[in-house]
């Protein structure tokens, strides 16, 4: 049935009617307003913290060594025993200028680990080739250089003092594109266990973070820096809402003893411990749920220097509070050797502060009874096998000694334990720390590569 214009005037006023609007209410709504509205925004805060978030670009060599089955030796006339390929590789990533005047960008380890060129591109299309300055990959930072010129830097925010629930915002450059924004918030803190790196205390967001962020911002809403963007959890490498942020205090404590020494001198307590739990406050007669527990003090250690007891429980350190003993071995490890930290801590009930000074655990040169019993009568030194991988060299051996006993031999490099990779004696300790039940030691030997078991 068609409508005159008379009963469509008259329905439109129904309407109007049923609904309450009237001039006044019209004139408060800002799309019958003539005016342009203020509504909140972001925009503000990111143009004042997207120019210091950088792309890096990186261009190398990967190098492969594959050993020839003797099998394929016999038919082919006796080739040489292992096979070196050499592959180009380019890659895309995200960096943070946190000093404009000396030129320093932040970003992860793997993104620019093994690069023969990298080459930073600011949001205003300016290109500097950047200089490595130094990474540590157990945290998976790296600081690069670039030549100050009219920069922008991120102020740092103090990462210890955000909460679960505070909104974030993550810049970087995802799947290669040009420079990103997504918003969220601070999902939960002190995240560890993921293996993604030897040191975890990550800031985990719901921020949108995909492959390409890693090395970007993660900023507050005042446009400070709250951590770095380093991993996503996802099935297929996208976003699902669950990524993780290296904290700026940890990134700051280790960037600055890589521009003071050119590589990271960490901390050591020297203690073995575990997460406190409800069953182990029980059997301490504790009445506290979150800490670490100090299994054992080991002789001579930074820790048995100021005090610290087996059956402590430390439960902050420099007043803030800790979560679990990742959380302090993370924090711990970032600080730096000779750094003085005070520990709050639990002892059969009463509260005390003990104060210590760290020990260096990249010292190069350990005996290893220091790191476990069943290594007692090697010297253990940094080094690398024949092929130039890191490791740990066993220098010199003990005849009959518990790890002669275990099949070590002198001149042996330890390359894993239990399938982690190892690098260094600070690297070794950490694994060992970290292993549970048997391990397994992953030696070259000349070479040949072989496994030797411990069994605790």
Not at 131 to 150: C, M, N, R, V
Not at 210 to 237: C, D, K
Not at 433 to 453: M, P
């Amino acid at each position: 049935m068609k409508m005159s214009f008379r009963q469509c005037l008259v329905a439109s006023a129904v309407v109007v009617s049923s609904l309450g609007f009237t001039a006044t209410t019209q004139a408060a709504l800002p799309f019958f307003s003539d005016k342009k509205a203020e509504v909140p925004s972001l925009a503000p805060m990111l143009e004042e913290a997207t120019p210091a978030v950088v792309s890096i670009a990186v261009e190398g060599t990967q190098t492969s060594r594959q050993r020839m089955p003797e099998m394929f030796r016999y038919f082919f006339g006796a080739p040489p025993q292992e096979q070196v390929q050499e592959r180009p590789f380019k890659g895309l990533g995200s960096g943070v200028i946190i000093d404009a005047d000396k030129g320093y960008v932040v970003t992860n380890n793997h993104v620019v680990d093994n690069a023969d060129e990298i080459t930073v591109k600011l949001t205003d299309g300016r290109e500097f080739v950047a200089k490595k300055l130094g990474s540590d990959e157990q945290s998976d930072i790296a600081l690069l250089k670039i030549d100050p010129d009219d920069l922008k830097a991120l102020p740092l925010a103090d990462s210890d003092e955000i909460r679960v629930g505070d909104f974030v915002v993550a810049i970087g450059n995802p799947f290669g594109l040009s420079q990103t924004v997504t918003s969220g918030i601070v999902s939960a803190l002190g995240r560890s266990g993921l293996n993604i790196g030897g040191y975890e205390d990550f800031i985990q967001t719901d921020a949108a973070i995909n492959r390409g962020n890693s090395g970007g911002a993660l900023v507050n809403l005042h446009g400070e820096l709250v951590g770095i963007n380093t991993a996503i959890f996802g099935p297929n490498g996208g976003n699902v809402g669950i990524g993780f942020a290296i904290p700026a205090n940890m990134m700051k404590n280790l960037v600055d003893q890589i521009a003071e020494y050119g590589e990271v001198r960490r901390g050591l307590l020297g203690i073995l411990g575990s997460d406190i739990d409800a069953g182990l406050a029980e059997a301490m007669n504790a009445e506290i749920n979150l800490g670490a527990f100090v299994n054992e003090v080991q002789p001579e250690s930074a820790a048995e220097k100021a005090g610290l007891q087996a059956g402590d429980i430390i439960t902050a350190i420099n007043g803030r509070k800790l979560s679990s003993f990742q959380e302090l071995r993370a924090k711990i490890a970032s600080m730096g050797a000779g750094a003085e930290v005070e520990l709050t801590v639990m002892r059969k009930g009463k509260e005390m502060s003990v104060d210590v000074t760290l020990d260096d655990a990249t010292e190069t040169t350990v005996t290893a009874a220091q790191i476990h019993p069943a290594l007692e009568g090697a010297t253990l030194t940094n080094g690398a096998d024949d092929s130039g991988n890191a490791g740990v060299i066993v220098s010199d051996i003990e005849r009959g000694a518990p790890a002669a006993r275990i099949g070590l031999q002198a001149d042996d490099v330890i390359i894993g334990v239990n399938r982690v990779r190892v690098s260094s004696v600070a690297d070794f300790r950490n694994a060992l720390d970290e292993a549970k039940g048997v391990i397994a030691l992953n030696v070259k030997r000349g070479n040949s590569t072989l496994y030797l078991v411990i069994r605790q």
